[in-house]
């Protein structure tokens, strides 16, 4: 098995038991999955808190870039929610560079990608999922209930209508983490593939080595963009739960 | 064009401090944001997903309240199409900018004439 591993495309999503624990019958191994969050963790901390040691009017390299990371998630909070999305900034900004950072860590050389597992993304949006029901309920008590009926329909339609809207709540943690667990998954597979065309074709391997070069610069873009769909999507949902319709 | 712009005259700054200032107490209206997807590659990811998410939804609700019911294959039937249909709503809202809300049309309130047109901007 590990020899055939070894040289599969799939081999870099493979985890790994670095510390191995077990209580009772579950395995709650420290894996190299759960190294990476810690570094992700750790590495924002050291990013946020040593960019703004100082915080200097006109802003050194790491404190713009701190600096910047902070308006860019107020301002869509500000977008997308309106003035009293500044009270989920905390979260929302967690979330976001949780998974940023983690998109960025898994395109280091030897790395590995803790998003591109469907459950680590799961549990990131079920979270986020249950956080936003309760934050409805919450907040409107059982009126939350019509979020499921859509206005200016005739009753007659309800019972067709509810379940189908009902449905269509219950897929978003789905989607949500599919499509970052996805895109994660696809762009890290493509990239495998094609680095073992580069030894396999000799000479010719320059063409593959060329589209590798490409690719990576894109799973920069796709690193940054799918954070980005995470968060909007996450503030999306919140938006919902304050101002049902 | 082809003049240089003059630097920044002190009304210029001073109305996009103003700006800014109105923008940081939160003047401004909410606004939904259809541009999730990104780019056209990112907009067909997401229609894909939310299709199928919505039907596997519906189909593991089927196929769980037919094994609690016993009414083996019917309660699947319906809501495999009632997934479907969560499946094309979701399309729906993505690519018309609803966002995740319910409902068939814009709200009223954030409205925007500009709201349309401008999918596949990232």
């Known amino acids: 098995m590990a020899e055939a591993g070894a040289h599969s495309p799939l081999h870099v999503f493979q985890i790994e038991p670095i510390v191995p624990i077990h209580i009772g019958r579950y395995d709650v191994s420290f894996t190299n999955s759960a190294l990476l969050m810690v570094i992700a963790l750790v590495l924002t901390t050291l990013f946020l808190v040593v960019g703004m040691r100082r915080q200097a009017l006109v802003?050194?390299?790491?404190?713009?870039l701190a600096e910047i990371s902070y308006e860019f998630i107020a301002n869509l909070l500000r977008d997308t929610i309106g003035n009293e999305g500044k009270r989920y900034f905390p979260i929302v900004f967690t979330i976001f560079m949780f998974v940023l950072f983690g998109n960025l860590l898994g395109l280091m050389p030897y790395s590995f990608t803790f998003?591109?597992?469907?459950?680590?993304?799961?549990?990131?949006?079920?979270?986020?999922?249950?956080?936003?029901?309760?934050?409805g309920i919450a907040r409107h008590g059982l009126h939350f209930t019509t979020f499921f009926v859509?206005?200016?329909?005739?009753?007659?339609?309800?019972?067709?209508?509810?379940?189908?809207?009902?449905?269509?709540?219950?897929?978003?943690?789905?989607?949500?983490?599919v499509r970052l667990f996805a895109n994660m998954l696809a762009g890290h597979t493509l990239l495998q593939v094609f680095a073992g065309f580069v030894g396999a074709l000799g000479l010719f391997g320059i063409l593959p080595l060329a589209f590798v070069v490409a690719l990576t610069g894109l799973e920069?873009?796709?690193?940054?963009?799918?954070?980005?769909?995470?968060?909007?999507?996450?503030?999306?949902?919140i938006n919902d739960a304050l101002h049902l319709h | 064009m082809t003049e240089r712009k003059p630097p920044h005259s002190l009304e210029d700054l001073d109305a996009r401090v103003r700006e800014a200032q109105r923008r940081q107490a939160g003047a401004g209206p909410a606004r939904d944001n259809e541009k999730a997807?990104?780019?056209?590659?990112?907009?067909?990811?997401?229609?894909?997903?939310?299709?199928?998410?919505?039907?596997?939804?519906?189909?593991?609700?089927g196929y769980m309240l037919d094994r609690w019911l016993g009414?083996?294959?019917?309660?699947?039937?319906?809501?495999?199409?009632?997934?479907?249909?969560?499946?094309?709503?979701?399309?729906?809202?993505?690519?018309?900018?609803?966002?995740?809300?319910?409902?068939?049309?814009?709200?009223?309130?954030?409205?925007?004439?500009?709201?349309?047109?401008?999918?596949?901007?990232?």
């Open chain 1, 150 to 177: 859509p206005p200016g329909v005739s009753p007659a339609l309800w019972p067709l209508l509810i379940p189908i809207e009902i449905i269509s709540y219950l897929s978003r943690p789905i989607s949500l983490s």
């Open chain 1, 59 to 64: 802003p050194s390299r790491w404190q713009s």
């Open chain 1, 220 to 237: 920069f873009l796709i690193a940054f963009l799918q954070a980005y769909v995470f968060t909007i999507l996450t503030c999306l949902y």
């Open chain 1, 115 to 135: 998003t591109s597992h469907i459950i680590v993304t799961f549990a990131l949006a079920i979270c986020v999922f249950i956080a936003v029901t309760l934050l």
């Open chain 2, 71 to 122: 009414t083996k294959p019917w309660l699947l039937i319906v809501f495999f199409v009632l997934g479907s249909a969560a499946g094309v709503l979701n399309v729906f809202r993505a690519t018309s900018g609803l966002g995740g809300t319910v409902g068939y049309r814009k709200r009223l309130t954030d409205a925007k004439p500009d709201g349309k047109g401008k999918n596949g901007e990232g």
């Open chain 2, 37 to 61: 997807g990104g780019s056209a590659l990112g907009m067909a990811w997401r229609v894909g997903i939310e299709l199928v998410s919505a039907l596997v939804v519906g189909v593991a609700i």
